[in-house]
């Protein structure tokens, strides 16, 4: 999942060839993020150029006041926010794009295979394309918007924006639109919920699954329904239309201008109350949204249920594949997740953004005011905690790695098999990459963390000290290190947890494990994980790259320079606000990219779940062509 907010950038370009990729991207020059299995989740703001590609994951983009976002995904989930903002394009192939943008000219994601979600605010246009998997996208002020699903869900949530497209071939779309032109859902395969109110037009049209639309004061609203059940609750529109070609369709609607429900295959449930666009597209799974007083959510789940409870937050994108993805954020700006197979609970506060990409179990990722964060992992869980500190490197090919950053320069996360979980704030760049397992990363205020576990779990714990190395072949290692140069930890069957504080360098690897790192004022903090957890928090680094090859990445990052997130097969989440450059590439897995106020951004999603949301932006348009978009910004 890639989460991108980029503010007052110029272009930036998200594909993504399987996963997800997630950008976040804050006052940089420009920005690349490319999947190709896995989530990346990137937040800029104040960018001029961010590319996201996922072939196989999930992109979600948070963009504000932003020109041009565009989103494709081929086969997952888009969910884009966008905000006052000129255009939006986000098209997704395989997975989830999420774009969340604010205050750009134009943004692109593409994902081959995952999740894109794409959250954008105030930008220009944007366009989510998801060909199987789940598009969200939530748009509020835009112009247009198109939402092309093909097999997924794609949810989009649109407050104020012109025009919003959404399509669905497989999955669910569920769009919340307010005041926006016009708003298009197709969904082949699944299930589309859309809620829009105050808005021109809209589209649902599902092929297989289920449609279920409400809206509430919009112009028009259109659900196409072939087989299943539609059922729509529309409050004071133009017109509504319902057709249904094998199943029930009940709709519910009051003064509205004209709205059109077509369902292939399913139900079809929207419930919008003053927002632009929102879209859900749900091929088989449960997703349970609770949101209060937040701009955008998104949850995809592909199978499973997802709880997500936000409170005064922005943007929020949840994708689940399987499991169950509980999400509690309270004021903040945008927060993605994405969830292929296990559970992935966020919380955030006060943050910018917020990506959660998770291809294989949950990433939790606390950052706050943070360069970069990556998080690696193979098989495990890596957990790492680090407090200024400079450096930190945790790898853990199977268990949990669990890093906490906080101001730190660079932070790189991989997880091949297992759980990534990054929350970044403030930050310049961050990379998650999980190919299998959990990643849960937290760094705050760290230079470079790196967590690897390849068995066990590895904890560190690390204060005032100048180098410390555990290895352990079976067992637990615990270790607790504050104010070091280097700490190293590799363990291959057992459990390591590093705490680190105000140290250089700590290295964790672990093969068989968990790994929880957390880590306080360092420069750079590197995660990897091949099989289990990294949950990584960074506030305040410079640069965090973060990939994941399967699992889950969650990234947060605000006020960052550059950031790239490479994931193969997972779920890699970005948030970077205030940012240079930054790439995420994710060929299988979740891209999310939240963007403030920059120029273009780009995310293209082949294969995964593309989610947009965007406020107030001029135009957003949101292709998917299979998955689910779900986009909801209020």
């Not at 949990?400 to 990534?420: F, L, M, P, T, Y």
């Not at 607790?480 to 140290?503: F, L, P, S, Y």
């Not at 320079?561 to 994710?586: L, T, V």
């Amino acid at each position: 999942m890639v989460r991108a907010a980029k503010h007052e950038c110029n272009s930036q370009y998200i594909q993504e060839h399987a996963g997800v990729v997630r950008a976040a991207k804050h006052e940089c020059d420009s920005r690349y993020i490319q999947v190709h299995a896995g989530v990346v989740r990137a937040t800029k703001h104040e960018c001029d150029c961010g590319h996201i590609q996922e072939h196989a994951g999930m992109v979600r983009a948070a963009k504000h006041e932003c020109d041009c976002g565009h989103i494709q995904e081929h086969a997952g989930m888009v969910r884009a926010a966008k905000h006052e903002s000129d255009c939006g394009h986000i098209q997704e192939h395989a997975g989830m794009v999420r774009a969340a943008k604010h205050g750009c000219d134009s943004r692109y994601i593409q994902e081959h295979a995952g999740m894109v979600r794409a959250a954008k605010h105030e930008c220009d246009s944007r366009y989510i394309k998801e060909h199987a998997v789940l598009v969200r996208a939530a748009k509020h002020g835009c112009d247009s918007r198109y939402i092309q699903e093909h097999a997924g869900m794609v949810r989009a949530a649109k407050h104020g924006c012109d025009c919003g497209h959404i399509q669905e071939h497989a999955g669910m779309v569920r769009a919340a639109k307010h005041e926006c032109n016009s708003q298009y859902i197709q969904e082949h395969a699944g299930v589309v919920r859309a809620a829009k109110h105050e808005c021109d037009s809209r589209y649902i049209q599902v092929h297989a699954g289920v449609v279920r639309a409400a809206k509430h004061e919009c112009d028009c609203g259109h659900i196409q329904e072939h087989a299943g059940m539609v059922r729509a609750a529309k409050h004071e529109c133009d017109c509504g239309h319902i057709q249904e070609h094998a199943g029930m369709v009940r709709a519910a609607k009051h003064g509205c201008d004209s709205r059109y429900i077509q369902e292939h295959a399913g139900v079809v449930r929207a419930a919008k109350h003053e927002c632009d666009s929102r879209y859900i597209q749900e091929h088989a799974a449960l997703v349970r949204a609770a949101k209060h007083e937040c701009n955008s959510q998104y949850i995809q789940e592909h199978a499973g249920v997802v709880r997500a409870a936000k409170l005064e937050c922005d943007s929020r994108y949840i994708q689940e594949h399987a499991g169950m993805v509980r999400a509690a954020k309270h004021e903040c700006d945008s927060g993605h997740m994405q969830e292929h197979a296990g559970v992935v609970r966020a919380a955030k506060h006060e943050c910018d953004s917020r990506y959660i990409q998770e291809h294989a179990g949950v990433v939790r990722a606390a950052k706050h005011e943070c360069d970069s964060g990556h998080m690696q992992e193979h098989a495990g869980v890596v957990r790492a905690a680090k407090h200024e500190c400079d450096s930190r490197y945790i790898q853990e090919h199977a268990g949990v790695v669990r890093a906490a950053k906080h101001e730190c320069d660079c932070g790189h996360i991989q997880v091949h098999a297992g759980v990534v979980r990054a929350a970044k704030h403030g930050c310049d760049s961050g990379r998650m990459q999980e190919h299998a397992g959990m990643v849960r990363a937290a760094k705050h205020e760290c230079d470079c963390g790196h967590i690897q576990v390849h068995a066990g779990m590895v904890r560190a714990a690390k204060l005032e000290c100048d180098s410390r190395y555990i290895q352990e072949q079976t067992g637990v290692v615990r270790a607790a290190k504050h104010e070091c140069d280097c700490g190293h930890i590799q363990e291959h069957t057992g459990m390591v947890r590093a705490a680190k504080h105000e140290c250089d360098c700590g290295h964790i690897q672990e093969h068989a494990g968990m790994v929880r790192a957390a880590k306080h004022e360092c420069d750079c903090g590197h995660i990897q994980e091949h099989a289990g957890m990294v949950r990584a928090a960074k506030h305040e680094c410079d640069c965090g790259h973060i990939q994941e090859h399967a699992g889950v990445v969650r990234a947060a990052k605000h006020e960052c320079d550059f950031g790239h997130i490479q994931e193969h097969a997972g779920m890699g989440r970005a948030a970077k606000h205030g940012c240079d450059s930054r790439y995420i590439q994710e060929h299988a897995g979740v891209v999310r990219a939240a963007k403030h106020e920059c120029d273009s951004r780009y995310i293209q999603e082949h294969a995964a779940l593309v989610r947009a949301a965007k406020h107030e932006c001029n135009s957003q348009y949101i292709q998917e062509h299979a998955g689910v978009v779900e986009r909801s910004q209020a």
